[in-house]
């Protein structure tokens, strides 16, 4: 059995373990939250992490795979599992037009474009009250599944197989492909490497997987209002890849679980979730700037001389 | 028709005068990315900070400590939002600018750590001050002057007057002093300039503290006009973005325009279309822009950086 076996295996024994550990309802709510955050850090890290994509917009594709799902189904009587595919398409479809303007624009403009996507996203949730319900929101929405340990299983079981898929993909010579983009564009395109082709494809991949965690989102929390995909949203996702190690499969995991548990660890501070998320971020990225995954291995390298 | 020509030149006036904020603010950001090329994603979060610093100034320590009357009070309280950021600035600078650049690191962790600043700073403030909107009554917002139909708030000129004086004195500064030339040689070109003599370190944190010392005060100036909240900067950095690009990052007359045509529109956007749709607005036309013209607009910061 090879190593990545046995990780694959013990990853899903831990998975199965988990919800029967922490048996209350509120932190098993906390679980399907914690494997929600585990698939928007795994899709914003293949954008920024693997192809060098400064992207602050990917609240937006949260946002479209959570409305798309749950307009489909409130709206127009649509089966879950139909609608659920339509939004990760739709989400899929969007991030491809904002790699439009990836292919165009680079660095600080790209950041500030994405940011704007974002915004614009954002206000037409909030403006568009015939389609959205705009600030009112949507209530009443039903998780597919029956309780909240079916939705963590459901929930961490896809963000398991989409680690999977996203670690084959940058084993492959696709990410070979990816990472010559992010090192150096003009050098990878002299070797005939399409950079927009292939920034689109990682747009699109990455939105349409921030799709598929937005649609689980509306059922775990019941309504549905255009603040929960502000741009703190995309802010909260660079912190999980930041922190744990961008540029690395499992340092986004790790991320996200440290920064969704850390907070509950510390309740009783109110407002302090956000302030914690800000401070690592700064203090990572001025310290530490490989994240913990770096962290480890040159603590390892160092006891090893 | 004349009622439409009043409504036009009321509409303008009011744009002018947002214009104002907005190019206060914004003018930081293009003076900081023309120095240093980069972005302080927090910077608009000073403004926040100056209108909270000028807020207790203005209401707690120069009326109940000093015993100033009202509008000497908000006046004094201009200096104490200056003050704060200022000293923001410095911090900023010296704790997250000046090691990144010392470790060389690339264009874009200044702009994730300072990312970590601004979450940082507004639930920072949350926590300190909650989110119940602060009621900062300036004497001068309530005093309004009326030529012809027009209606124009006393604010609304000392908006104008303080920041036109304080384009006047960045101008003045960077065209007739020698700190200010040598910014303007930083701007060009850094190493050549450290090797002229130059103390560059200096020079850019004098830089990022004059810039965030702007953003300060337009926070104080913003106070009085809208409800203060620890978000209220944040609502700010779209338009500020919107501003730089469509200005030019790094050009300064460009980003005084862009940030007046950018106020006008605002205004005619809440007469005609609401108030709902002025963020929509001013970035889609920032994405045009980004359209229209990225590559001379990417291709002008390679030549810089070659």
């Known amino acids: 059995m090879t190593l990545r076996r046995i990780s694959v295996i013990l990853a899903l024994l831990g998975i199965a373990v988990l919800p029967w550990l922490l048996t209350t309802g509120y932190w098993r709510g906390i679980l399907v939250l914690c494997a929600m955050n585990v698939l928007l850090a795994l899709s914003l890290n293949l954008v920024m992490g693997y192809t060098g994509q400064l992207n602050l917009g990917q609240s937006a594709f949260f946002a479209i795979g959570a409305y798309v799902s749950t307009i489909l189904v409130k709206s127009h009587g649509w089966n879950f599992w139909p609608a659920a595919l339509a939004a990760i398409l739709a989400s899929g479809l969007v991030g491809l037009a904002l790699a439009a303007f990836a292919t165009r624009l680079k660095g600080h403009y790209l950041a500030i474009a994405s940011l704007g996507f974002a915004v614009i996203t954002y206000q037409v949730l909030i403006n568009w009250e015939s389609v959205t319900e705009g600030v009112r929101g949507v209530y009443g929405i039903l998780p597919p599944v029956p309780n909240t340990v079916a939705l963590f299983y459901l929930v961490a079981g896809i963000a398991l197989a989409v680690y999977l898929l996203l670690d084959n993909l940058v084993r492959s010579p696709v990410g070979d492909t990816l990472r010559a983009i992010r090192e150096d564009e003009i050098s990878a395109a002299s070797l005939g490497v399409n950079a927009a082709v292939w920034k689109a494809f990682a747009f699109g991949l990455g939105a349409a997987i921030a799709g598929l965690a937005g649609v689980f989102y509306p059922g775990f929390v019941g309504t549905l209002v255009p603040d929960a995909f502000g741009i703190i949203e995309s802010f909260t996702m660079m912190a999980m890849v930041i922190v744990g190690g961008m540029g690395t499969m499992i340092g986004p995991v790790i991320g996200a679980v440290v920064l969704t548990f850390l907070p509950e660890l510390l309740r009783g501070f109110g407002e302090l979730r956000l302030m914690i998320y800000g401070l690592a971020l700064t203090l990572v990225v001025l310290f530490m700037p490989g994240g913990i995954v770096q962290a480890y291995t040159s603590l390892r390298a160092r006891r090893r001389p | ?306």
């Open chain 2, 1 to 306: 028709m004349t009622d439409f020509l009043t409504l036009f030149i009321q509409q303008s006036v009011n744009g002018v005068y947002l214009g104002c904020l907005y190019v206060m603010v914004a003018l930081g950001l293009t003076l900081i990315y023309g120095v240093l090329n980069q972005i302080n994603f927090a910077h608009a979060d000073f403004v926040t900070v100056g209108a909270f610093a000028a807020f207790f100034t203005a209401t707690r320590f120069a009326t109940r400590v000093l015993g100033i009357p009202d509008t000497g009070a908000y006046l004094l309280s201009l200096f104490s939002a200056l003050g704060a950021g200022a000293l923001l600035g410095w911090l900023v600078s010296a704790a997250v600018f000046a090691p990144l650049r010392r470790s060389g690191a690339d264009e874009l962790r200044p702009l994730i750590a300072t990312i970590g600043v601004s979450v940082l700073l507004e639930n920072g403030q949350l926590a300190l001050f909650g989110p119940i909107p602060y009621q900062f009554d300036s004497p001068l917002a309530r005093e309004t002057l009326r030529i012809g139909k027009l209606f124009i708030s006393a604010q609304s000129v000392l908006v104008v007057a303080v920041s036109a004086a304080a384009i006047a004195a960045l101008y003045a500064f960077m065209r007739f002093t020698f700190m200010g030339k040598a910014l303007r040689a930083v701007a060009q070109d850094r190493e050549t300039a450290g090797l002229m003599g130059i103390n560059e370190n200096l020079v850019i944190a004098l830089t990022i503290v004059i810039a965030s010392a702007l953003a300060g005060v337009a926070g104080a100036l913003l106070g009085p006009v809208v409800v203060l909240t620890p978000f209220t900067g944040a609502s700010l950095i779209v338009k500020a973005f919107a501003c730089v690009i469509i200005g030019g990052f790094g050009n300064m007359e460009g980003t005084i325009v862009a940030g007046l045509l950018i106020g006008v529109i605002e205004a005619f956007t809440v007469q005609y279309l609401g108030s709902g749709l002025i963020d929509l607005v001013v970035f889609a036309m920032l994405l045009a822009m980004l359209v229209v013209r990225p590559t001379g607009l990417v291709a002008e910061r390679k030549e810089e950086n070659v």
